[in-house]
């Protein structure tokens, strides 16, 4: 059962553009939605979290969006630059509970 | 830093042969996890541990078994490895069951 929903699988950019990743989760009671960066040969790390009380944070160039209402949220990457190629993965938590994970998406910024 | 190990970054197994992947974290994290990585699927939790020796089932147990005999450490375990367990692994560690997970660098296991 895949509760967390990511679009689109890849995605192709200019360098210098806007990248935009969303999910949309089912279950309400999620309270942490963590976005994971992959690099090749590398393990997936934390890029940028946001818990439900806020509609936006911003990180540098990185900027989850929330809207609890929609049950979505959503990674911007400004200024997108080679070096952000990589796959990024949403998630969502609740409580003592297990994060689970959407599919990826496989981002290419072109030079 | 948090720093989790898997011991191997590629394994070529034949069908049949039991496989050993081990993990180790060094921020005394109480749970681990195993997940696979396959392409448009994303990562699928095989198994998680909360404590030395406890573990429970994630969505695709079938096929592996997991041991956790010292806090720091979580093996996955392939009794029979087949061609379709040919994937990426990845071991993670975190504080509590929701928290923000770290994870290794994985394993590419191709079984043949």
């Known amino acids: 059962q895949q509760q967390v929903k990511q679009s689109p699988q890849s995605l192709i950019v200019q360098k210098g553009g806007i990248s935009i990743i969303n999910c949309a989760y089912e279950n309400t009671a999620f309270d942490y939605f963590p976005w994971y960066q992959q690099f090749p040969g590398k393990g997936p790390a934390l890029l940028i979290a946001i818990r439900p009380d806020v509609s936006e944070k911003k990180e540098g160039r990185f900027t989850i969006s929330f809207n609890k209402s929609a049950k979505q949220f959503s990674l911007h990457i400004m200024d997108s630059q080679p070096g952000d190629s990589a796959t990024y993965f949403c998630?969502?938590?609740?409580?003592?509970?297990?994060?689970?994970f959407g599919a990826g998406t496989r981002l290419t910024v072109k030079p | 830093d948090v720093k989790v190990t898997q011991s191997s970054r590629y394994l070529v197994k034949r069908t049949g042969e039991k496989v050993f992947l081990e993990c180790v974290q060094d921020?005394?994290?109480?749970?681990m996890f195993w997940y696979r990585q396959d392409p448009g699927l994303g990562l699928r939790l095989i198994y998680f541990?909360?404590?030395?020796?406890?573990?429970e089932k994630g969505d695709i147990p079938e096929g592996y078994s997991v041991s956790r005999e010292k806090k720091e450490r979580f093996s996955l375990i392939l009794e029979s490895a087949s061609t379709n367990q040919t994937s990426m692994y990845l071991c993670a560690s975190s504080r509590d069951r929701g928290d923000i997970q770290y994870f290794g660098a994985g394993t590419r296991l191709s079984v043949l």
């Open positions: 921020m005394d994290h109480e749970n």
């Open positions: 998630a969502a938590s609740m409580g003592n509970n297990d994060m689970r």
């Open positions: 541990s909360y404590d030395v020796k406890m573990k």
